[in-house]
């Protein structure tokens, strides 16, 4: 899955997604963690751009909430659907991110199973379309499926993102041979989202030929999360260029 692409400097390139450009490859979620400082001083560490934030678990009648523990001017916000399990709860939280003033991306997650968090197709596919009907620029969480990857895209998705494993499991990358036809296929950006438990699964992924990763748990849920996120950081960058 390698790229034929000139590499030129000691970082990745930018990474396009519909009309934005980001500097990291690395999207890093803000749950989990034990405290804000801690929180904050891990995404630091990842050197991430693009952090994801769920809606449904901030106290929005708190002002001490995640979003006034977030430096706005540094990450850029991306509100996600977590615990959504049909599409019209899925719906109804982006647009009442929107609504927050968070603007009209997110990471769509409509699941299907309680316990793996696995999603749910036929709901992903049915808010996808919607959402994208109503101006949002969707990032979504989906299974490895192949063919599902190829309807998300003909709805108009800005990105893919498949899990390597599910949510929280840290079992990383379980089949590759689905994500290489993801990739092989797909003209939106592909990132893998969901399953990453350590730094070599970060790398692994970008080896197949993803542009980044979203990962939460693995540096959260890290003895040293600080430490962790910035094994993640050079993991990335060390499987980009592998994939040159």
């Not at 995640?66 to 659907?81: A, C, H, I, M, W």
């Not at 109804?92 to 929107?98: A, E, F, I, N, T």
């Not at 041979?177 to 592909?190: R, T």
């Amino acid at each position: 899955m390698g790229s034929s692409e000139t590499v030129t400097g000691n970082t990745p390139t930018p990474l396009t997604l519909g009309d934005r450009t980001f500097r990291s490859r690395l999207f890093v979620g803000t749950g989990k963690y034990s405290d804000a400082e801690t929180m904050n001083a891990a995404l630091e560490a990842s050197g991430c751009e693009v952090v994801t934030v769920a809606i449904r678990r901030v106290d929005l009648n708190s002002g001490d909430n995640l979003l006034s523990q977030l430096d706005r001017e540094k990450y850029f916000l991306l509100p996600n659907t977590a615990g959504c399990f049909n599409a019209e709860d899925a719906v109804r939280v982006c647009q009442l991110s929107r609504e927050l003033g968070l603007g009209d991306w997110v990471k769509l997650e409509v699941l299907g199973d309680r316990k793996t968090l696995l999603p749910d197709p036929v709901g992903t596919l049915e808010a996808c379309r919607e959402l994208v009907d109503d101006g949002f620029k969707v990032l979504v969480y989906s299974s490895d499926d192949p063919v599902l990857a190829l309807r998300l895209q003909d709805a108009g998705a800005t990105s893919v993102m498949p899990a390597g494993s599910p949510i929280g499991s840290g079992q990383g990358i379980l089949n590759s041979n689905n994500l290489a036809i993801i990739l092989e296929q797909l003209e939106v950006p592909v990132i893998i989202d969901a399953g990453v438990g350590t730094a070599s699964d970060v790398t692994i992924a970008m080896e197949l030929g993803a542009e980044g990763v979203l990962l939460n748990t693995g540096i959260a849920g890290a003895k040293d999360p600080v430490a962790m996120a910035h094994a993640m950081r050079h993991a990335l960058d060390a499987g980009w260029f592998a994939a040159r």
